[in-house]
């Protein structure tokens, strides 16, 4: 049997431990019980310890046959930026602070017809998503309605609220428009970040907003950002606003790098820890809380998640003067649609240290865009003015089949077993701290550690969470998907808001 790993969620003990069966199995042991989890198909099989530890065979027997092979990308969300410009300033904007700047355009009513266009011929086959963002979005109202009526589509509003007057609220929530408005606490946290052009506070102006849309009948949603001003409080921080307003579906959001957030500020191993406590927080409270959903989905569906951020081949971005690209923070060089696919290979199971991750099935990657910008400046790369080598394509086409690709490739022969395991441990938790107690760069191998750590407790949380609901033996999908349904759909709504702006996938 492999070498017992430190585990994630206390002291390396006998009894308390994750470790490698084989290359495809991870165990996860907890005193007298064992669950062995299928790393591609995300199976689970929970059995006494004395069992498995007698004879593993009768175990890995009850495993359906499963074959990884990863499925076409085709875009399936449209993200229009209707305005660069806006009537706040918020200090971790990256329209703003981004090292690529973009001025401060708005969109004609031209570019708008040819979005519809866009969507007419490429997204809406797919049963798509259509966002619409900024700047602040509102700003451009004749915009706005344009795309509204000549897009069928599920649509959802990334807004301040600071210019939802009841007329546009009722509008919106005529044409079925769902709203997300930007809130990061109560009034006195809020204001702390998100001051306008002059410097004055608006959470007076944004609250206002948030209720015009609710009253109006929107599916009404909040995007919190975290940072400085909330992030050592966050489940607190979260469990208040969702009292507060009683939005359909909250999604916590990680500041992007930025000219002002070179360095990650996040205490990832906390971080990880409020990814644990607000899975419980959301269970107990039957709410749709992103990017907890996204994670719990995975394993409850028995799906693996080959990415996690639609940047990854399924998103289309048209910026105010018809460039396109596949990532709102990537504005350099968007200017055509040879950029759709530039990261659909970035995907973890492509990575030496990831491969061997119990965590794997459920993680994707996070943000392609921080993990390759992190891992710049941590390099001493120069990334002002333009993007760094790093965020450039790989344009080797690698097989569907991953296993095909690691045998034939000698140079990236992937690391299995005990040592992967513990590789991509180390992966999840190296962050170096400069003295001062500020995180370093967040970044050693590409991706977006904060998601990583995440990703490695939330999957040890769930796995048992799951027998606590189910005991020994293999629980159904039917089954699981009864017993954690908030996680699946955000409930009522019109089309539904069950996403969160940025990384939305369509899965």
């Known amino acids: 049997m492999s070498p017992a790993l430190p585990s994630l969620s206390g002291a390396v003990t006998p009894t308390n431990r994750i470790y490698h069966h084989d290359d495809l199995h991870a165990v996860f042991q907890r005193g007298d019980d064992v669950a062995v989890v299928h790393r591609h198909s995300l199976q689970k099989v929970y059995v006494r310890a004395a069992e498995w530890e007698r004879d593993p065979a009768p175990t890995l027997a009850q495993f359906r046959a499963h074959e990884l092979v990863k499925p076409d990308t085709t875009p399936r969300i449209l993200q229009a930026v209707l305005t660069q410009a806006c009537n706040y300033r918020c200090s971790y904007c990256t329209v703003f602070n981004n090292p690529q700047p973009a001025p401060s355009e708005t969109m004609s009513l031209g570019v708008v017809d040819d979005i519809i266009g866009i969507w007419n011929e490429r ?91 609710k009253d109006a009948g929107c599916v009404t949603g909040v995007s919190l950002v975290m940072g400085p001003h909330n992030w050592h409080r966050v489940p607190e921080t979260v469990e208040e606003v969702i009292d507060l307003l009683e939005p359909a579906s909250l999604g916590l959001n990680l500041p992007h790098f930025a000219d002002n ?61 018809g460039n396109v ?107 170096a701290a400069d003295g001062e107690g500020k995180q370093g760069s967040c970044s050693t191998h590409g991706f977006d550690l904060r998601f990583c750590r995440s990703s490695l407790a939330l999957m040890e949380e769930m796995v048992w969470d799951i027998f606590e609901e189910f005991g020994y033996g293999s629980p159904a999908v039917a089954e699981l998907e009864a017993r954690y349904s908030c996680f699946l759909s955000q409930p009522g709504g019109s089309r539904g808001l069950a996403i969160g702006i940025g990384h939305e996938t369509m899965d």
Not at 140 to 152: A, F, P, S
Not at 198 to 208: E, H, K, N, V, Y
Request: aromatic letters at 10%; one cysteine or more.
């Open 123 to 213: 997204v809406s086959a797919n049963n798509g998503l259509l966002i619409l963002h900024g700047g602040e979005p509102l700003m451009n109202w004749k915009g706005l309605t344009r795309l509204v009526e000549g897009v069928d589509a599920n649509t959802v509003l990334f807004t301040n609220g600071s210019l939802m007057t009841p007329d546009k609220a009722a509008w919106l929530a005529e044409h079925r428009v769902n709203v997300l408005v930007s809130i990061d606490g109560l009034p006195e946290v809020h204001d702390q970040q998100r001051i306008d052009v002059i410097g004055r506070a608006t959470s007076d102006r944004t609250f206002q907003g948030y209720w015009n849309a």
């Open 261 to 321: 957030y070179r360095d990650c500020q996040l205490d990832i191993d906390r971080y990880a820890q409020d990814m644990v406590r607000l899975f419980r927080l959301a269970k107990e409270r039957d709410f749709y809380l992103y990017p907890i959903t996204k994670f719990v989905k995975h394993i409850v569906q028995e799906r693996f998640k080959w990415f996690d951020c639609s940047a990854m081949g399924e998103k289309l971005v048209v910026f105010p003067n």
């Open 325 to 431: 690209s596949n990532c709102i923070n990537y504005t350099a060089n968007a200017n055509g649609l040879e950029l759709l696919d530039v990261w659909k290979h970035e995907l973890p199971i492509y990575n030496d240290i990831c491969r061997g991750c119990h965590a794997l099935g459920i993680c994707g990657g996070g943000c392609i865009y921080d993990g390759k910008m992190f891992n710049a400046t941590g390099e001493g790369l120069e990334v002002a003015g333009g993007a760094p080598i790093a965020l450039q394509a790989e344009r080797e086409e690698r097989p569907a089949d991953w296993n095909s690709w690691g045998a034939t490739t000698v140079d990236r022969a992937p690391q299995t077993g005990a040592q992967a395991q513990q590789l991509a441990y180390d992966g999840g938790r190296e962050h």
